[in-house]
């Protein structure tokens, strides 16, 4: 599983907060409905409706609802969740040149685009998941389809700029009791188990990066990596027996430059199946069990960069460990940059409509039989390994679809007292 634990209270930025990542694209975005109103309001009949505006300027259907929603709608979601791509602008542009409008307005048009496109580019994340986080801020019915349409229209596309992509990523934490010699009393040990089904390359690229193995934090917040090690026969963190058979270094391969981390290379093409892989280790005395100086909540992560169409999160709690309330899950974007932001770097909350449940069985619909054998099976290596059965754990689980890479989903739960 990725990198991974933490122990650290975490503070999400919500995209609502006026430091947020909107901060300054919303003046930006108000002077571009603007614009844009000007424009269409050089032929009366436009606002009617977006079918009439399409009509008047020439554009077609799509073109026309997006800068009807554009110039007309009052509210930030609408505006962004309709603005079109380059392309798209281009063909407008040249519209409102061929009817008429001003020159003067259409050339203010192309320099509010390009602040806005220098605006978002800093932020490396599509213009899609944007307006997805966007549209949380609308809670309804309407607002959460708006959401999953969204994500899945971005995990398409990016599946086809990466050019790789995995039918359903499954991984898991086992967190139980510590059992490690010299560990100390109120400690917990982990296992991480973690299924990638189907991995397909779209077109030939690069080596991509699919694994990368637990990291923890110290109680200064550095990022530090447990002892432990893999749940492969004969160890490793790979693990071959449970995944799918003969895979070549040609297609999964070890980094020299990170232990324990691998790439995805191809997958071959004589492979008959399904490219199945199935990952497994373990640490000591990784966090602990109880409040203890700043540590308020325990926080469990599973970062995603392979395009998929089911995410799932599992936590697998022993029953003698103490907890205060629920799991909570949360979504955030990965490596965002915010100038106006700092803090909001790493930790940018994305919408997410999915609930933690807590399933009678590790069977998930989304996946193959092979992969919940292999999923099955390594988690109960896991626990094994420390001395456990799994009937002695609950599995707490959160399925994100189509999740918007590069992201991470967690889940976290508040620390018992002492």
């Known amino acids: 599983m990725p990198p991974a634990t933490s122990t650290r209270p975490g503070q999400p930025i919500s995209v609502l907060d006026s430091s947020s990542i909107f901060a300054d694209i919303v003046p930006t975005l108000?002077?571009?409905?603007?614009?844009?109103?000007?424009?269409?309001?050089?032929?009366?009949?436009?606002?009617?409706?977006?079918?009439?505006?399409?009509?008047?300027?020439?554009?077609?259907?799509?073109?026309?609802?997006?800068?009807?929603q554009i110039g007309y709608t009052e509210d930030f979601v609408s505006v962004l969740s309709?603005?079109?791509?380059?392309?798209?602008?281009?063909?407008?542009?040249?519209?409102?040149?061929?009817?008429?409008?001003?020159?003067?307005?259409?050339?203010?048009?192309?320099?509010?685009?390009?602040?806005?496109?220098?605006?978002?580019?800093?932020?490396?994340?599509?213009?899609?998941?944007?307006?997805?986080?966007?549209?949380a801020s609308v809670e309804s019915d309407d607002s959460r389809r708006q959401i999953l349409r969204i994500r899945r229209q971005a995990s398409d596309?990016?599946?086809?700029?990466?050019?790789?992509?995995?039918?359903?990523?499954?991984?898991?934490?086992?967190?139980?009791?510590s059992r490690t010699a010299g560990a100390g009393t109120g400690m917990v040990d982990l296992a991480a188990c973690t299924v990638i089904e189907g991995l397909e390359r779209r077109r030939p690229g690069a080596p991509w990066m699919l694994?990368?193995?637990?990291w923890s934090y110290d109680g200064t917040g550095s990022r530090i990596r447990p002892s432990g090690g893999g749940l492969a026969e004969g160890g490793g963190v790979l693990i071959p027996e449970l995944s799918s058979p003969g895979i070549s270094r040609d297609e999964i391969a070890a980094r020299d430059d990170r232990p324990s981390s691998y790439e995805f290379l191809t997958r071959a093409p004589q492979r008959q199946g399904p490219l199945n892989v199935c990952f497994g280790e373990y640490a000591e005395a990784v966090g602990p069990a109880f409040k203890q100086g700043a540590e308020k909540v325990a926080e469990l992560s599973l970062p995603l960069s392979v395009p998929t169409p089911t995410s799932v999160l599992d936590v697998l709690m022993h029953r003698d460990l103490p907890r205060t309330g629920d799991l909570h899950a949360e979504l955030y974007a990965s490596g965002v940059a915010v100038g106006a932001n700092p803090r909001s770097r790493d930790r940018l909350r994305l919408p997410l409509e999915a609930r933690v449940g807590t399933p009678a069985s590790l069977h998930i619909a989304d996946i193959g039989p092979e992969a919940n054998e292999s999923y099955a099976e390594a988690c109960r290596r896991g626990a094994a390994r420390f001395g456990f059965d799994l009937s002695e754990f609950e599995c707490h689980r959160?399925?994100?679809p189509h999740p918007p890479v590069p992201c991470t989903v967690t889940m976290w739960w508040e620390l018992a007292g002492v």
């Open 82 to 135: 309709a603005m079109p791509g380059a392309r798209g602008w281009e063909i407008v542009l040249g519209k409102f040149a061929a009817a008429g409008v001003a020159e003067r307005t259409v050339s203010e048009l192309r320099v509010i685009l390009a602040e806005l496109e220098k605006q978002l580019a800093g932020r490396r994340i599509d213009r899609s998941t944007l307006s997805g986080m966007a549209a």
């Open 398 to 400: 959160v399925v994100v």
């Open 157 to 177: 596309a990016m599946a086809v700029i990466y050019g790789v992509y995995a039918r359903a990523r499954v991984g898991a934490y086992i967190c139980m009791p």
């Open 30 to 68: 108000e002077r571009l409905r603007s614009a844009v109103r000007v424009a269409l309001d050089t032929r009366p009949k436009a606002r009617i409706g977006a079918r009439a505006c399409a009509r008047e300027f020439g554009f077609d259907k799509s073109i026309g609802w997006k800068v009807f």
């Open 211 to 214: 694994f990368d193995p637990i």
